[in-house]
């Protein structure tokens, strides 16, 4: 009777948490080790130049770090841009990694492709609650935060725009990392109660963790954008220009995002659809090796570049 009992519980439990996804474990040590993988051979220095600068440089036909935002005007378009030519930066390892598993089960094509831009909406609209909130602060009060400041880092000290880009980016990666390891069944669901009421809350979470980057960015065009919006003392502006740096910023996953859909949509969530563990293991995955790479990088790698840990393995073109 015990051992009917027992089974029955693991049952229930199983019911509430979701669908098992086979080989979890290996599915948690792969990821965790792609994500680590991420941080050895990413160059920021690459991305952020010769990627983000370039697209920045093309669309506003001058060096936009060697310009002045002289005006309202020119400072919105340089909102805009900064987001568009920051979209590969590292930052947006975990955009790609939360909005993967969105792919709809529409059968029409432009039905699933319609489809699939609500939950970006929904991602969206956590992200804009971020970024006006954060803008309008820093309208007011910018000028004495921690990303003010245009100190060098120094050798084996941790600046305050550092610590700054630490703490947000830690606690992101633990967040995201906490996701994944629930969609594989290791923790509960945090958002089983909520998502009864409101099924797009986790969408929406996610959309406030990625508004959340805002926070910590230390890109150096969207430093350029935060003094500006500093030195301006409008909360009014400093919350417009964040909001297009976020628009700017998602667009091009947008239109990528709404490519897949329509092209390959079809076939990928009938292959997800066909196996109830599927859609949890692509969640799991790509929030784990989000999440992962998010906390590593911006917190292990950055001690070891500042020289407060002695090492952690970088690539040499990465270093």
Known sequence: MAGIAESAARERRGAAEGPAVRRRGLLLLLSAFAGFVLTVVWSAEFVDQVVGGTIATSLLGHDPEASALTSVVSGTVFAFVSGLAGTFTACNIAVFGSVAPMLGSVNSRAGRAVRALQPLGWLFLGMAAVSVTYGAVVGLVGTSMPQFSQAQPVAGELSGRTVQSMVTFGVIGLAMFWL????????????????????????????????????????????????????????????????????????????????????????????????????????????????????????????????????????????
């Open 180 to 319: 994944g390891l629930s969609a594989l069944g290791y923790t509960r669901d945090p958002f089983a109660k909520a998502s009864r009421r409101f099924p797009q809350a986790q969408t929406v979470f996610m959309g406030v963790l990625v508004g959340g980057f805002l926070v910590g960015r230390p890109y150096p065009l969207f430093r350029q954008l935060f003094r500006d919006a500093a030195q301006s003392g409008n909360p009014l502006y400093g919350a417009s220009a964040f909001l297009l740096q976020s628009i700017g910023n998602v667009l091009v996953i947008a239109v990528v995002f709404f490519l897949l859909a329509y092209f390959a949509g079809g076939r990928a969530a009938a292959w997800m659809t066909a196996d109830p563990g599927r859609m949890a293991a692509v969640t799991a995955v790509t929030l784990i090796v989000a999440g992962v790479f998010t906390f590593l990088y911006w917190d292990v790698r950055i001690l070891a570049r500042r020289e407060v840990i002695p090492w952690y393995p970088i690539a040499p073109w990465a270093a």
